[in-house]
């Protein structure tokens, strides 16, 4: 699976979109990009995924350039409750069986 | 969305003595899991991956006679830490997609073993 790259931590005010970035210059043409979330000692939650069209559901909007070599997760509102660590992972979807290989994440600090 | 427990949430234990932390999927079933380790402040690393049925297939570096995975059925794999020492003490999480076609893969809540 394709290596990616995130800041290591980044602020927004509450209220405000948070905009967290990720590179994954050598993504395949049959990778998705996931994300997901872990909140302090908890286990990560799936946030949303997409193959190269953006996509939005009841919590994120995940932007894929058109050379799918980046992307962007933003959360429209965020909340002091989206404080946590997004983790961007590029791997072949419809093969759900196939492992999750972390990187080291972007921690997201919602400040009042 | 579906969801998967872990038993127990927390545990301390002397130096030398084995651990068994469950994973269980509730309301599906899982002929896969994925068994994780974070340090703090660390991301999670991939230990193992569980399989039903059929012996686990561990990470590079990470010792499967001390990390003992079973998977008897469709919604339980444990790990067991044998001969557990300090430098054990971490953060264990296990995964397991809803179903091979799946979308996403569903989280424990993790076991944080600590040992003295």
């Known amino acids: 699976d394709a290596k990616t790259t995130q800041p290591t931590s980044m602020d927004c005010a509450e209220g405000r979109a948070a905009n967290l970035p990720c590179n994954h210059s050598t993504i395949s043409g049959n990778e998705y990009v996931y994300w997901y979330r872990q909140i302090h000692s908890q286990g990560p939650q799936y946030i949303i995924h997409g193959l190269k069209n953006n996509e939005t559901n009841e919590m994120a909007s995940l932007i894929i350039t058109e050379d799918r070599k980046s992307s962007t997760l933003i959360l429209p509102h965020a909340t002091l409750r989206d404080t946590a660590v997004y983790y961007c992972i590029v791997r072949v979807a419809l093969r759900n069986t196939d492992k999750l290989i972390f990187g080291t994440g972007t921690r997201l600090q919602v400040f009042p | ?116």
């Open chain 2, 1 to 116: 969305g579906a969801v998967v427990s872990q038993h127990p949430s927390r545990v301390i234990c002397k130096s030398g003595t084995s651990v068994k932390i469950e994973c269980r999927s509730l309301d599906f079933q899982a002929t896969t899991m994925f068994w994780y380790r974070q340090f703090p402040k660390q991301s999670l690393m991939l230990m193992a991956t569980s399989n039903e049925g059929s012996k686990a297939t561990y990470e590079q570096g990470v010792e499967k006679d001390k990390f003992l995975i079973n998977h008897a059925s469709l919604t339980l794999s444990t790990l067991t830490v044998t001969s557990a020492h300090p430098e054990d003490s971490s953060f264990y999480i296990c995964s397991a997609p809803s179903d091979p076609r799946g979308d996403e893969q569903f989280f424990g809540p993790g076991t944080r073993l600590t040992v003295l």
